[in-house]
């Protein structure tokens, strides 16, 4: 069974300025965003939610998208207080808020900062004005840069316990010396989280209909491996270490909210699109999916229905399966002592063996500390390991 000593929350915010090229996530672009008609939405679903699960004190929130840095302070402080007063937001809860330059002014930082947002995640993508452009995105280097000072700024005066930023590489065309730049200028500002991200080229998306009429190249499968591999020594500067395969943090800036999913925890999630894991009786839990449009998501919910698009039960064959995927993403490993509480020593004995029989363990993988953990070497087979094993 999953630890549940206290719950992590996500909340969606589906709407962004300008949809870019390359995203498949839940957000839409409106003339008139119904800010308080989704407050009242999200509140009314985790009203629903919450009526058959056992409240326990609330360790993270994450408001993610599209994006909720365009929401309002105000109403993300109306949904923490909803959260607090459930259960109890605790004293040290994490609370990130996902932001893009360009959809934050300082007045609002120090709003959210008000109401309880004590860490930021903000969406860089690059530094270079040729990719910035390829990706669709709204901002130029310097409003990226000056968002990522005053974020930094707002950290160093207290307001703020940590600041992340996310990049995109794989870039078709994105030299490695162009991402070295780019890591750099942020390390040396002392940028202390950086989320870097493979680019995938979803279906569905604008990008894909570019490749796929030749307007644009594909990205290169061996830059993207050289640059996956250099990213452990372009963040040393600033003292950030890999501990997940995209995300690099100096020690205590580590997202929590990312290690409980990674963990296995349950988590509550509410908005158009958000997917949660929950308890249920005689399994590991229930994972859902709400619906992903704004409009059938908002009327659901006001005739006090769920907007569930999807359920899927979760055994506990299941959640060990997962437990390998996500455990061997980490830098830590999968907590081999976890798994056999989930699922028994015999699913243990089973994976460590396979591990051997196909001639992982040394080369791709390795024992140590009671966790099973991908070789430094092995970072760019991951998926082709995980799926030996999993
Ligand atoms: C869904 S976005 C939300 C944050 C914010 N709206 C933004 O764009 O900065 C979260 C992050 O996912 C990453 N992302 C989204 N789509 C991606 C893709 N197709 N390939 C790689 N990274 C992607 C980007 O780095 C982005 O910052
Ligand atoms: S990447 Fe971010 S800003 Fe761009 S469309 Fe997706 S959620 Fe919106």
């Not at 909803?82 to 605790?90: K, T």
């Amino acid at each position: 069974m999953p630890r549940q000593g206290a719950w992590s929350v996500y909340v969606h915010f589906p709407w962004c300025l300008k949809r870019c090229a390359y995203c498949d996530f839940a957000t839409s672009v409106a003339d008139r965003i119904p800010r308080g008609e989704y407050t009242a939405a999200v509140l009314a679903e985790l009203e629903m939610r919450t009526a058959a699960i056992q409240a326990a004190p609330v360790a993270t929130v994450f408001f993610g998208g599209g994006t909720p840095s365009l929401w309002g302070a105000r109403h993300v402080g109306a949904v923490l207080e909803w959260i607090d007063q459930w259960a109890g937001l605790r004293a040290d809860a994490e609370v990130t808020l996902e932001a893009n330059p360009g959809a934050a002014e300082t007045g609002d930082l120090q709003d959210y900062a008000a109401a309880g947002v004590n860490r930021v995640s903000l969406g860089v993508q690059s530094l270079h004005a040729r990719h910035l452009r390829w990706l669709d995105r709204i901002h130029d280097a310097a409003d990226a840069l000056a968002a990522v000072d005053r974020l930094l700024e707002f950290n160093a005066a207290g307001r703020l316990r940590s600041v992340s930023v996310d990049l995109i590489f794989g870039i078709p065309g994105q030299t490695l010396g162009q991402l070295r730049a780019d890591v750099a200028a942020l390390v040396d500002r002392g940028v202390p989280h950086l989320s870097a991200y493979a680019l995938t080229v979803e279906e569905r998306t604008p990008l894909h209909a570019r490749m796929a009429r030749g307007e644009v190249r594909a990205p290169s499968d061996a830059a993207t491996v050289r640059q996956l591999m250099a990213l452990p020594g372009l963040v040393a500067s600033g003292g950030l270490l890999r501990y997940e395969v995209s995300n690099f943090a100096r020690p205590g800036h580590e997202s929590r909210h990312n290690q409980a999913y990674w963990r296995g925890d349950h988590y509550l999630a509410a908005g158009v699109g958000a997917h949660g894991f929950v308890p249920a009786p005689q399994l590991c839990g229930v994972r859902y999916a709400n619906s992903r449009h704004s409009g059938q998501y908002i009327d659901r919910i006001a005739q006090r229905q769920l907007a569930t698009e999807f359920e899927e039960p979760i055994d506990a064959a299941t959640h060990a399966t997962e437990r390998v995927m996500t455990g061997l993403r980490t830098a830590a490993g999968l907590d081999l002592a976890a798994l056999e509480s989930i699922a028994g020593p015999a699913v243990v004995d089973r994976l460590v063996a396979r591990a051997r029989d196909r001639g992982l363990v040394g080369r791709d993988v390795v024992v140590v500390d009671g966790h099973l953990r991908l070789s430094e070497a092995a970072w760019p087979r991951l998926d082709g390991v995980v799926r030996a094993l999993a």
